[in-house]
């Protein structure tokens, strides 16, 4: 089996990060995407919404999928979430499998500064979705992927919640929900 490691504070989840997964499910003819919540992110600064509320938003969101998969695993271990030691337990768990870390072109500008990145591209294929807004040079290092891109980020949502603004279609129906009755990013 073929499987996409998507992990990130999904601070809320949104349709990009939907359509980033499903863009990767049809182009790298993937079989499964793990969605990973952070616990506790490393390069996050600031207030994060708890795990366990952004996990179960995170189900919300992957919830329409059968193909997509929410996996608790950095919430279990508690602690600083490092890519590397969730990339380990997966790697345990699914000796047999081909797993594919998908990072945004953001997120590869500073990979050298992770916790063991050579192991990490040992482990799995590290594959780069381009993003605008942050260009990325082409790179022996990394396989990258052109998808359809969202120009739509988390802060973004958080910020319009806080100027009572809509964020519907921004986010799925049911995270939707989720926020308004637990009054969230107020």
């Keep these: 089996m073929q499987i ?13 990060h939907l359509i980033l997964a499903q863009e ?14 952070a616990n506790n ?3 996050k600064k600031g207030n994060q919404l708890e ?34 030691d969730t990339i380990a337990e997966l ?5 047999e499998d081909k797993l594919y870390l998908i990072i945004g072109s953001d997120l590869a500008k500073n990979f050298k500064k992770w916790k063991n990145p050579e192991k990490i591209k040992k482990m799995v ?10 260009p990325f040079r082409s790179s022996k290092v990394f396989n990258q992927v052109n998808i359809i891109q969202v120009e739509l980020s988390s ?25 308004k009755d637990n009054n969230l990013y107020l």
Excluded: C, W
């Design 4 to 16: 996409g490691i998507l992990g990130g504070t999904f601070n809320p989840p949104h349709i990009g």
């Design 24 to 37: 990767m499910l049809d182009e790298l003819k993937l079989d499964k995407i793990f969605f990973i919540p």
């Design 41 to 43: 992110p490393p390069h």
């Design 51 to 84: 795990p366990r509320k952004r996990f179960l938003m995170t189900k919300l969101a992957a919830a329409g999928n059968p193909k997509f998969k929410v996996l608790d695993l950095e919430l279990k271990r508690k602690g600083k979430s490092y890519t590397f």
């Design 91 to 95: 790697k345990n768990k699914y000796p």
């Design 125 to 134: 294929n590290v594959i780069v979705a381009k993003r605008r807004g942050s």
């Design 155 to 179: 802060s973004q949502i958080r910020e319009r919640i806080k100027e009572k603004k809509t964020i519907k279609y921004l986010v799925p129906k049911e995270v939707e929900k989720y926020i």
